[in-house]
């Protein structure tokens, strides 16, 4: 490979883009050529300082609300239009306060009767997590610190793995509440995705296989081991979540 | 299990609004932050997300399940392009290619010639400021591209369905939008060293 076709293919380099025949390709080339092993060092420069430095520019508080006050109150009708040929939406400022409580309620509501599920709590429990500032209430990457913190606090003793080498870094672990009962939530994360994985202790029940769910965008992976019942729920893939899921059971 | 699933369907119609939001507000800051970088401003910011939230609720029994985000964040751009047109008409806003990729014959000249100094090169040093700064200067369609594969950290694939582009066009604006920043940084860098002697 030249140093024109090579100079081409550094960017998706970066960005794990290429097959792997023409990432090989491409990487050889660079082994053996300094201007373009400085380009690519270049850009994961780059990369990294725009990940880290960048400024990202959080939603200014009272928009969540003002959205909220916007929606309509009903279930909307099948729109007879496209969307880009709405006419122009008017906000009005009213109802603020009202707005907030509701945006507020109905997410606090979630798993209340009679419309909860287990599922439902789940997952309103996993979005709250990452809403809050909430996700973890003991941080560490410590396996042998996130484990006994939980069983100090709730009567289970769930997995608790560090799972990086496989791409699953343990993040911590919280207390939480589901369908009415505490629960210990490890949490791990899967590139930017958080992976909240739910226990709670069910003794007598019997063991049950792994079992998939999907919902409002969320996957969810659910089974049964040594009297502990799991809820894994992410939005990563589906696939990724199932390995997940196995990986956690391994040996318990 | 003891308790049952409920099949989507079973959802009480009423129940979708809360669905939407369940789903949607955690993504706020991501559509917040694009809007504002695409736009320039916090108030056009504001009407484009608040617009984009209509529009997805309008469509939300559209959504087919995948990647929410991704589906969001390409309302959020679609709503942007509206807002341009009907806010900015005559002002040119998204600047389809830079004379930059469309003047360089080669891959090789793409990249310009080296500056003096080589530490120069490496934007370990920038501060979080100037490269926002930076970033503002840049073509809004390499910017678009920049964040969200960096900020968002989409995948290619991903990014060619936000903004309705050919993935082979993506890979090689992200080529050119990376190219772009580090010209404008080797100019400041130089500016910089200049103003420093």
Redesign the interface.
Known sequence: MECDRAAGMLSPLVDSALGPFTRWRVRRHVAGCTDCADKLEELRAMQSAIRTKLTFHRAPPGLAARIGAALPREAAPAPSRPWFRMPAFSFGSTGLAGALAGVVLTLLVVGGQPQSDLLQDVIGSHIRSLQADHLTDVLTSDQHTVKPWLSARLDVSPAVKELKDQGFPLVGGREDYVDGHPAAVVVYRHDKHVINLFAWASPGRPEEAFRDESRQGFNIVTWRRGGITYYAVSDVEADQLADFAKLVAEGT | ??????S?DA?????????????A??H??A???LA??LAGN?TD??DV???A???A?????A?Q?????VWLLTIVR?AFM?WVK?NRSGRMVFVPDTPLAESAD???A??GSKPRD?EA????S????T??RL?EKLPSDYREV?LL???E?L??KEIADVTGTPMGTV??R??RA?LA??KL?LEHAELENADGM
Do not use: C, H, K
Not at chain 2, 65 to 69: A, K, L, P
Not at chain 2, 126 to 129: A, G, L, N
């Open positions: 299990m003891g308790r049952g699933y409920r989507e959802l009480p119609q009423d129940d979708r609004r809360r669905r939407f939001e369940l789903l507000l955690p706020l800051d559509a917040y932050n504002r970088w916090t910011a504001e997300v608040q617009d939230y209509l529009r609720y309008r469509y939300f029994d959504f399940g995948g990647n929410f985000r679609n509206t009907e080669t891959e090789e793409a990249w080589p090169l490496l934007m370990d920038i501060d979080s400021q490269l926002s970033m920049l594969r960096e900020v950290d995948s290619y890979m090689s992200l080529s990376r920043l580090r940084w």
